[in-house]
């Protein structure tokens, strides 16, 4: 009888810790501004960042149809400008220039986000005039 017991309750855990883990919820994913349709090839999702993964609930941030590139605000520039934004990001050479640049940047996309009602998102996880440098596309400052 106690092994019976015993028995149910681990398989009654054992389907409880499934049941849990197989829910749909928020994690790595197309944002909110995810597209798919034509401009985006075989079914995929035109939209990048931090947003609902496998169908969750709840906004992310999402960079709409910003694209690889564009940044977290990437939604908020039209495609003129976000064109302007990458190739000024390129022309850099040393670190400086681009973190000067990117923090002015940075602020101008934080006050139009707040203009439209939009709470500015958190920054981002590493600057990208550090990732630049990394891969060697910057010179080091002074």
Known sequence: MKRTALTLTTLAAALAATLAFAAPGG????????VQNAECPQQQACGMGYGPGGGGSGQGYGMGRGGRGAGAYGSLMTEEERAEHRAKMHSFTTV???????????????????ERGIEPGPGPRMNPCDRMLNRGLLKPAG
């Open 27 to 34: 994690g790595y994913g197309p944002g909110p501004g995810a």
């Open 96 to 114: 400086g220039e681009c973190k000067a640049y990117f923090d002015e940047h940075r602020a101008q996309m934080a006050a139009r986000a707040t």
